[in-house]
């Protein structure tokens, strides 16, 4: 399984300090590149050698608990 740790900053937050909900997406997306960058070949590197795209053309989430601004997640 992969896993990996990112930080959440002062910008991915609202007003009282929570994740901003659109801000989830951005984060998987970098835990996504973290796969790609840990198995040896940027994703950038294979979509380039194979001439395909990896477009995202529908995303659901439930949300169970908020994210606390400056909390590290995984």
Known sequence: MHEVRLQT???DAD??????FAN??????QAEE?????????????LDEHKVWMPRVEAHVN????IRNGR???
């Open 9 to 11: 900053y002062w910008a």
């Open 15 to 20: 007003v009282v300090g929570i994740v901003y």
């Open 24 to 29: 989830f997406f951005r984060l998987v997306e």
């Open 34 to 46: 973290e796969l790609y960058l840990r198995a040896g070949t940027p994703r950038q590197g294979l």
């Open 63 to 66: 949300f169970t608990a908020p």
């Open 72 to 74: 590290a997640i995984r």
